[in-house]
């Protein structure tokens, strides 16, 4: 089909232009969506509605579906026919001024405007064709006439004369629109396996981009848990740690070759499409038909269920790297008494407002906790410190398994942290942390600039004043103990609690200047050991 017809055939009967946005009518008709909208609306006023090109009628307002087919195809054609003016070939006639030129006779040789056009011969020898400057390449080498024929032996285009005393007489010929025609379904075939190739491969690399999020995120809590465990070690176990380190992180990194190995087979599948669709919508069946790397186009099935395994296996890759399995061989070769906690990540704590004291405030994340010289007024609660208890419960309790989360007390000089019972004292000096048989805490006393540890009345002075701003606290409820650790480089343990819990455990902030915030998220975590000085 010449471009003019096919232009005629994609416009709109109410604009005269391309189709926008193309909806079907139930009689089968096509309009553009704005122009059968405004049609109809014109109609609604009379009591009926009817198709404005076959004029059929509808009892009610009909449903517009939308031509998903049409408008692709609309879309196309507008992106591979630019204006006229663009495409250089003028008109042979208008020697004054350049005038573009619509049609090129093959027969004469030459181009022609619309005025020329008009006065030029019709007789059969005169050849239209759509503008060209290459008018030799359309014409038989061996008798100089114009190709006319396709000869379905050979593969070849043909003239008159190839036919009728040329090497083609006797075989099979079609006419250059049938051939093309016939080709171009091949060529849409392949097409539309490529577009579902594409598409699939577009959602094979989103998935594993997905999952290399998630690979990536174990691999780098693997990553500093591996390496805060061999922090003391260092000098011994350095090439381990490298080891280690470089199988977490391999996952990832094969998951990113096969996306890198994806995307380029999509950029491949793209370059593929993009000819064929411009082979697709050429209207010159000559150069569809001499197209001559056809048929690397048309395979379509390279490697396709090799990618599909290797995606499979890749999406169903099991968990994280065995870092506890892997540690134990390496550490066994190195060392052989050890005593680690491997804990592995911080326990998700926050604060509960109804048992925060009416001289704190708290967060909107629930996080941090501030001494306000205003009174608060929190709404009554059973459960609420009073007095001069300015201490807050975390909501969540702990009534087995091992935690451990950091508290930042950098923004407070007077603090107080730790665990209780939920059964402790919400007034009086028995509600305060470390001041009865319910609770265990680590003090910082500002009056004296000093730590402690307190539990029953019974406070112990810390040999050492904290290094850095940050505490940890750890429970190991079947053990039954509570330590204390100062967040420096390397971790330093303060002390230790070893009691026989008889009651869930939450944690416990008190603080009477500033503020002291809980951390959240995994933290560095050195080796962990049980020291002398314990209290029992």
Same mark, same amino acid.
């Given at each position: 089909?010449?471009?003019?017809?096919?232009?005629?055939?994609?416009?709109?009967?109410?604009?005269?232009?391309?189709?926008?946005?193309?909806?079907?009518?139930?009689?089968?008709?096509?309009?553009?969506?704005?122009?059968?909208?405004?049609?109809?609306?014109?109609?609604?006023?009379?009591?009926?509605?009817?198709?404005?090109?076959?004029?059929?009628?509808?009892?009610?307002?009909?449903?517009?579906?939308?031509?998903?087919?049409?408008?692709?195809?609309?879309?196309?054609?507008?992106?591979? =026919?630019?204006?006229?003016?663009?495409?250089?070939?003028?008109?042979?006639?208008?020697?004054?001024?350049?005038?573009?030129?619509?049609?090129?006779?093959?027969?004469?040789?030459?181009?022609?405007?619309?005025?020329?056009?008009?006065?030029?011969?019709?007789?059969?020898?005169?050849?239209?064709?759509?503008?060209?400057?290459?008018?030799?390449?359309?014409?038989?080498?061996?008798?100089?006439?114009?190709?006319?024929?396709?000869?379905?032996?050979?593969?070849?285009?043909?003239?008159?004369?190839?036919?009728?005393?040329?090497?083609?007489?006797? =075989?099979?010929?079609?006419?250059?629109?049938?051939?093309?025609?016939?080709?171009?379904?091949?060529?849409?075939?392949?097409?539309?396996?490529?577009?579902?190739?594409?598409?699939?491969?577009?959602?094979?690399?989103?998935?594993?981009?997905?999952?290399?999020?998630?690979?990536?995120?174990?691999?780098?809590?693997?990553?500093?848990?591996?390496?805060?465990?061999?922090?003391?070690?260092?000098?011994?176990?350095?090439?381990?740690?490298?080891?280690?380190?470089?199988?977490?992180?391999?996952?990832?990194?094969?998951?990113?070759?096969?996306?890198?190995?994806?995307?380029?087979?999509?950029?491949?599948?793209?370059?593929?499409?993009?000819?064929?669709?411009?082979?697709?919508?050429?209207?010159?069946?000559?150069?569809?038909?001499?197209?001559?790397?056809?048929?690397?186009?048309?395979?379509?099935?390279?490697?396709?269920?090799?990618?599909?395994?290797?995606?499979?296996?890749?999406?169903?890759?099991?968990?994280?790297?065995?870092?506890?399995?892997?540690?134990?061989?390496?550490?066994?070769?190195?060392?052989?008494?050890?005593?680690?906690?491997?804990?592995?990540?911080?326990?998700?704590?926050?604060?509960?407002?109804?048992?925060?004291?009416?001289?704190?405030?708290?967060?909107?994340?629930?996080?941090?906790?501030?001494?306000?010289?205003?009174?608060?007024? =929190?709404?009554?609660?059973?459960?609420?410190?009073?007095?001069?208890?300015?201490?807050?419960?975390?909501?969540?309790?702990?009534?087995?398994?091992?935690?451990?989360?950091?508290?930042?007390?950098?923004?407070?000089?007077?603090?107080?942290?730790?665990?209780?019972?939920?059964?402790?004292?919400?007034?009086?000096?028995?509600?305060?942390?470390?001041?009865?048989?319910?609770?265990?805490?680590?003090?910082?006393?500002?009056?004296?600039?000093?730590?402690?540890?307190?539990?029953?009345?019974?406070?112990?002075?810390?040999?050492?004043?904290?290094?850095?701003?940050?505490?940890?606290?750890?429970?190991?409820?079947?053990?039954?103990?509570?330590?204390?650790?100062?967040?420096?480089?390397?971790?330093?343990?303060?002390?230790?609690?070893?009691?026989?819990?008889?009651?869930?455990?939450?944690?416990?902030?008190?603080?009477?200047?500033?503020?002291?915030?809980?951390?959240?998220?995994?933290?560095?975590?050195?080796?962990?050991?049980?020291?002398?000085?314990?209290?029992?």
């Amino acid at each position: 089909m010449a471009s003019g017809d096919l232009r005629a055939e994609l416009e709109c009967s109410v604009c005269l232009n391309i189709y926008t946005d193309p909806v079907t009518l139930k009689c089968g008709h096509n309009f553009c969506r704005v122009c059968i909208d405004r049609v109809l609306d014109t109609q609604g006023g009379s009591g009926g509605y009817s198709c404005p090109e076959c004029r059929e009628e509808f009892p009610d307002r009909p449903a517009l579906q939308k031509n998903m087919k049409l408008r692709n195809i609309a879309e196309t054609f507008l992106s591979a =026919h630019p204006d006229r003016e663009e495409s250089g070939v003028f008109c042979t006639y208008c020697v004054d001024s350049p005038v573009p030129a619509v049609r090129s006779c093959l027969h004469c040789e030459v181009s022609l405007c619309d005025k020329h056009l008009r006065v030029h011969k019709k007789s059969p020898e005169h050849i239209l064709c759509d503008p060209t400057l290459s008018m030799e390449s359309r014409k038989c080498s061996v008798h100089k006439e114009v190709l006319k024929y396709f000869c379905t032996n050979d593969g070849s285009c043909a003239c008159m004369s190839c036919c009728m005393i040329g090497g083609h007489k006797g =075989h099979k010929m079609e006419s250059l629109d049938e051939a093309s025609e016939k080709k171009k379904e091949t060529l849409r075939n392949v097409l539309q396996k490529l577009l579902t190739k594409r598409e699939e491969t577009e959602e094979r690399v989103q998935s594993l981009q997905e999952h290399r999020r998630k690979v990536e995120e174990e691999a780098a809590g693997d990553t500093e848990r591996v390496t805060a465990l061999f922090r003391d070690l260092r000098r011994r176990l350095e090439d381990l740690e490298k080891r280690i380190l470089r199988e977490i992180s391999g996952r990832a990194e094969r998951i990113s070759i096969s996306i890198r190995d994806l995307e380029i087979k999509k950029e491949e599948l793209s370059r593929k499409i993009r000819h064929i669709e411009e082979l697709c919508n050429m209207t010159d069946p000559l150069t569809v038909l001499q197209e001559s790397d056809t048929g690397d186009l048309c395979d379509t099935e390279d490697g396709d269920n090799e990618d599909r395994e290797r995606h499979e296996e890749l999406l169903h890759d099991g968990g994280g790297l065995d870092v506890t399995g892997v540690l134990h061989t390496g550490l066994s070769d190195i060392i052989t008494e050890v005593n680690v906690f491997y804990i592995q990540g911080a326990a998700d704590i926050l604060l509960d407002g109804n048992t925060a004291n009416n001289d704190l405030q708290i967060s909107e994340d629930r996080k941090t906790v501030s001494r306000s010289d205003r009174n608060q007024n =929190h709404p009554e609660a059973p459960e609420r410190f009073q007095d001069y208890s300015s201490q807050v419960l975390s909501s969540r309790s702990f009534s087995s398994g091992r935690h451990y989360w950091d508290v930042d007390v950098g923004g407070s000089d007077e603090w107080r942290v730790g665990m209780c019972y939920p059964s402790i004292e919400r007034g009086g000096e028995e509600s305060v942390i470390g001041y009865n048989k319910k609770s265990w805490g680590l003090d910082r006393d500002d009056d004296d600039d000093e730590y402690s540890v307190i539990h029953d009345s019974n406070k112990i002075l810390l040999p050492t004043n904290l290094s850095g701003n940050r505490v940890r606290i750890y429970l190991d409820y079947e053990a039954g103990r509570i330590s204390f650790y100062d967040l420096c480089d390397p971790i330093r343990h303060l002390h230790t609690f070893t009691i026989i819990f008889t009651e869930p455990l939450h944690a416990v902030l008190g603080v009477w200047r500033g503020c002291i915030e809980i951390c959240g998220g995994r933290r560095e975590m050195g080796e962990l050991r049980p020291q002398s000085g314990d209290v029992r």
